[in-house]
T-cell receptor
Framework: KAGVTQTPRYLIKTRGQQVTLSCSPI?????VSWYQQTPGQGLQFLFE???????NKGNFPGRFSGRQFSNSRSEMNVSTLELGDSALYLC?????????????FGEGSRLTVL | TQLLEQSPQFLSIQEGENLTVYCNSS?????LQWYRQEPGEGPVLLVT?????EVKKLKRLTFQFGDARKDSSLHITAAQPGDTGLYLC?????????FGKGTSLLVTP
């Protein structure tokens, strides 16, 4: 079956702009979570959605937001971009809760902020 | 936030050598997962350990969950270049996973 699809794979923005990243989960998976990966901080949890509801949010400023649609597809948005937002943004899907289940990750969207 | 510390941060070895990487926390976890991430790709789950003291084997990889469920180790026997990658441990926290910063492994022929 098709894996998790993230678009775009690469993008370059300038400070102050905003960006929207998209994630299509594996068919049948209702939970979508987002992570930011940087060399210094590793993988950091942004937020998790299940059936269009945000169930958990990480310790990121309000400039980072997301949503999930009825077909489980998800988007995340970062407004007023800062240099420090340059990172690999990973989306992961799972069937339901993630406490013991497997997360299936996409290949990520690599954002560069100039 | 339940922190997971991984060591070593970097490891460079030759093909055929054995190695062990560690994942430690001061918190108790209901389970721990190990993922491997290759360049340009997302992490892929290798194993989930649930029971304290549990040992799981995946071909040349042996995973152990500490008796107190605060730590885990990954041992690779006779490493191969295909084992090269970033090894991440992760533990559940609510509806999220907390990840360690990973051990970057390079296996050279």
């Amino acid at each position: 079956k098709a894996g998790v699809t993230q678009t775009p794979r690469y993008l370059i923005k300038t400070r102050g702009q905003q960006v929207t990243l998209s994630c299509s989960p594996i068919s049948g998976h209702r939970s979508v979570s987002w992570y930011q990966q940087t060399p210094g901080q590793g993988l950091q949890f942004l937020f998790e959605y299940f059936s269009e509801t945000q169930r958990n949010k990480g310790n990121f400023p309000g400039r980072f937001s997301g949503r999930q649609f009825s077909n489980s597809r998800s988007e995340m948005n970062v407004s007023t971009l800062e240099l420090g937002d340059s990172a690999l943004y990973l989306c992961a899907s799972s069937r339901d809760t993630i406490n013991t289940g497997e997360l299936f990750f996409g290949e990520g969207s690599r954002l560069t902020v100039l | 936030t339940q922190l997971l510390e991984q060591s070593p941060q970097f490891l460079s070895i030759q093909e055929g050598e054995n190695l062990t990487v560690y994942c430690n926390s001061s918190s108790v976890f209901s389970s721990l997962q190990w993922y491997r991430q290759e360049p340009g790709e997302g992490p892929v789950l290798l194993v989930t350990v649930v029971t304290g003291g549990e040992v799981k084997k995946l071909k040349r990889l042996t995973f152990q969950f500490g008796d107190a469920r605060k730590d885990s180790s990954l041992h690779i026997t006779a490493a191969q270049p295909g084992d090269t990658g970033l090894y991440l441990c992760a533990g559940p926290s609510g509806y999220a996973l907390n990840f360690g910063k990973g051990t970057s492994l390079l296996v050279t022929p």
